[in-house]
C-alpha cells in the first residue's frame, strides 16, 4: 500500500510545482520517403507523418489523465530535411517545410522540428538549399523549426557555416520583423548536436535512428525550487552537498514520471521508446522557473556572482538523479536558461543583473546554450556570426552541446521590448558590445581545427 | 484446522499484541495473518488464525476474554468469510484522492460512489492538520478498479460528488505514485 507522504508529495508536485511531461515527441524517419521529385517527396512525408502521429495526441491526452500528469506538448521530429531532400532548390525546401507544416497542424501537433542540415564539416548541395531557405520557410509557417550543426569536437568549427548562418539568422528575423523576428526563435545553431532532443527548435531525428520512437521531454524547475526551499527550513546549517542531493532525488521522480508515460505513449503507438531528456525548461509562468531556483539557493538574481557554479551544481545533481531513474537518458539533459522563456531570468536581464557575458559563461556549464536572446535589431550578420562561434569554441573545447537562438529583433534597441507569444515568452532587448559593426574575424573563413583531446587544461 | 478472524480494539499501550499472541499461543491457534493499526489514540487489530479442530469460535472467544481479563480489550472471534477466496476479476489499482476542508459525508460520499461502480476500497487513510492548505486535510483511497467498469463514468460521478461536497478530487493509477517514490 501506498503510504501517505508518498501520495500528498506527489499531488504537491503536481498540482503547485508545475511538474508535468513537458513533451511527447514523435520521431519520424522520413529517409525512405526520399525522392528527387519534390512532390513526390511531400506527399509521401505527409501520409508518413499523418498516419503514424494520427494517434499521438489523444493518446498523450489518455495517458496524462490516467496518471493525472498533463502532457503539454506533442511535437515530432523528423530526418534532417538537407539529406532527405538533397536534391532541391531551395524553393523545393521552402515547399517542404510548407508541407511539413500542413502534416503537422493535421495531426495537431504544435511544433515539427528535421528542417535541419548537419555541417560541421562542410556543405553539401542539400545543406546549402535547406538553410538558404530557412528564412522564407519559417517566414511562412507556422509549426517547423530548424537546426544546423556547424560545429563538433571531432570536426572543429566550421567558420564559413557560422558565417552563413549569422545572415541567416539575420535575414530570418527580418523576415517575420512584423513580429519582433519571430522567425528566429524557431532556429538554432548547434555544437554537438544530440540526434533525439525532444524539445524545440533543437528536434530532429537522428540518422542512427529507425522508423519511429518516442523521446520525453519532462521538466520541473518548480518541483526542483519548492524541494530545496524546504530542505533549507526542514535542516537548518543544510549544506551544499545535501542541496546537492535534494535535487539529484527530485531529479528522480521527475525522470520516473516521465519515462512512465512515455513507455506507455510508445507501447501504444507500436513504437521504440527513446529518452527521456530530462532538463529543467521552464515557461513564463510564475513557479515554472529556472531563474527562480538561482534564489532560492542563496542569490539575489540570476546573474550575480555565484550564477556559474549554482548552475554547475544544478545542471549535474539533475543529470545524476535522471540517470539512476532511467537507463535510457539522451536529448539534453540538464538545466536550460532561455532569456525570453523563464520570467526570472528575462526580469534579471531587464533589470540588467544579467549580462550576455554571463549568460555565455553559464552555458559552459547547462545543457542549451544562449538561448531566447533578444538583440538590437542593428546587430551585424559577422556579429551574430562571431557571437555563435563563441558559442560553438564553448560546446566544442569542452566536449557538450551548445547552442545559439539568437533573435536580432528588427528595428528595436537594446533595453525596448520584444514579444514573441505563447511560450516562447517576451523579453527586453540585451546589449552586445560591437554588435553593429563588422568582425573580420569571421570573414576570415575556412575551419577551426578540431581541438587535440589529450592535453586537457 | 479451520480459521477465523479475531479483531482486537483498545486504548493503545505497550504489551497488547504480546498479550494477546501469548494468548492465541497457549490456545493452541496458529497466527496466520496479521494487519494492526493506530489510529489517535486506539489499537486495533485482525489476526487471521488457524484454530484446532477441538474448538470452535465461540470456545475461542471465551478463552482469549478469560486470558485477557483487566487488559480492557474488545476481542471478538468470527468465522472466516466463506465466499473470500472466490475468484476475483483483473482490475487496475487507483488512487482516489480528495482535498479540502473537512465537514460531515465525504467518506460516505466517495465510498458510496465507489461501490456502485463495483470499485473496492483496499485501503484508507486520512490526513487532518487542520489550517488552509488543502493538502493538510486529505482522503487517500486506494482502490481496485475492475477491468469491466467505465473509468470515464466513475470519474464523473466522483467529480458530481466532489463538486457538491465543495472538494477537489483526482483520480490516478497507483502506478504513477510507486515509481516516482521508490526504486
Known sequence: ?457 | MTQAVISVLGEDRPGIIAAVSQALLEAGCNIRSVSQTLLQAVFGALFVVAMPDDIDEAALARTLTGALDGLDLDVIVHAYPAGAAAARVHAEPFVVTTHGPDRPGIVAAVSGVLARHGVNVTDLQAVFEGGDRPEANAMIFQVDVPDPVSLAALKADLASAAERLGLELNVQHRRLFEIMNRI
Open chain 1, 1 to 457: 500500500m501506498l503510504g501517505k507522504q508518498e501520495v500528498i508529495s506527489t499531488l504537491e508536485m503536481l498540482k503547485y510545482e508545475h511538474l508535468d511531461l513537458r513533451t511527447v515527441t514523435l520521431g519520424i524517419s522520413l529517409l525512405d520517403c526520399a525522392s528527387d521529385d519534390v512532390r513526390v517527396f511531400t506527399a509521401r512525408a505527409r501520409q508518413r507523418i499523418e498516419t503514424l502521429a494520427a494517434a499521438l495526441v489523444t493518446t498523450c491526452d489518455r495517458l496524462g489523465a490516467t496518471y493525472g500528469v498533463p502532457v503539454v506538448n506533442k511535437r515530432i521530429a523528423v530526418s534532417p530535411i538537407a539529406l532527405v531532400g538533397a536534391p532541391f532548390t531551395a524553393a523545393e525546401m521552402v515547399e517542404v517545410a510548407r508541407a511539413l507544416d500542413t502534416a503537422a497542424g493535421n495531426v495537431g501537433v504544435d511544433f515539427v522540428g528535421g528542417f535541419s542540415a548537419l555541417v560541421e564539416k562542410g556543405m553539401a548541395a542539400g545543406d546549402r538549399a535547406l538553410i538558404d531557405a530557412v528564412p522564407e520557410a519559417l517566414a511562412t509557417t507556422a509549426r517547423v523549426c530548424a537546426s544546423i550543426n556547424v560545429a563538433t569536437t571531432r570536426a572543429g568549427i566550421n567558420m564559413d557555416a557560422v558565417l552563413r548562418m549569422g545572415e541567416t539568422v539575420k535575414a530570418t528575423a527580418e523576415h517575420t520583423a512584423s513580429d519582433d523576428g519571430l522567425g528566429a526563435a524557431k532556429l538554432v545553431v548547434f555544437a554537438n548536436i544530440p540526434e533525439d532532443i525532444p524539445f524545440m527548435a533543437g528536434a530532429y531525428l537522428g540518422v542512427g535512428e529507425g522508423d519511429a520512437v518516442i523521446n520525453v521531454g519532462v521538466s520541473g524547475p518548480g518541483v526542483v525550487k519548492r524541494a530545496i526551499e524546504r530542505a533549507i527550513e526542514a535542516e537548518p546549517g543544510i549544506d551544499l552537498g545535501r542541496l546537492s542531493e535534494v535535487i539529484k532525488q527530485t531529479a528522480f521522480k521527475v525522470t520516473r514520471a516521465g519515462e512512465l508515460i512515455g513507455r506507455e505513449v510508445a507501447q501504444t503507438l507500436g513504437v521504440t521508446f527513446g529518452v527521456v531528456d530530462l532538463s529543467l525548461a521552464p515557461t513564463p509562468t510564475r513557479g515554472d522557473s529556472v531563474g527562480e531556483i538561482f534564489r532560492s539557493l542563496g542569490l539575489a538574481s540570476i546573474g550575480a556572482p555565484g550564477s556559474t557554479a549554482v548552475l554547475a551544481m544544478l545542471n549535474d545533481a539533475v543529470k545524476k538523479g535522471g540517470a539512476f531513474a532511467s537507463s535510457y537518458v539522451g536529448g539534453l539533459s540538464g538545466a536550460f536558461i532561455p532569456v525570453s522563456e523563464d520570467l526570472e531570468i528575462a526580469a534579471a536581464a531587464a533589470r540588467g543583473d544579467l549580462s550576455i557575458e554571463k549568460l555565455e559563461a553559464m552555458t559552459s556549464v547547462c545543457s542549451v546554450g544562449l538561448d531566447m536572446i533578444a538583440l538590437p535589431g542593428d546587430t551585424s550578420a559577422e556579429a551574430l556570426a562571431a557571437l555563435i562561434a563563441d558559442e560553438m569554441a564553448i560546446g566544442v573545447i569542452n566536449r557538450k552541446t551548445t547552442a545559439a537562438r539568437l533573435i536580432p529583433v528588427p528595428g528595436k534597441r537594446a533595453g525596448e521590448h520584444a514579444h514573441f507569444g505563447g511560450l516562447l515568452g517576451e523579453a527586453t532587448i540585451m546589449a552586445l558590445p560591437h554588435g553593429s559593426g563588422g568582425n573580420a574575424f569571421v570573414r576570415f573563413g575556412g575551419r577551426v581545427p578540431a581541438p587535440i583531446q589529450s592535453l586537457v587544461n
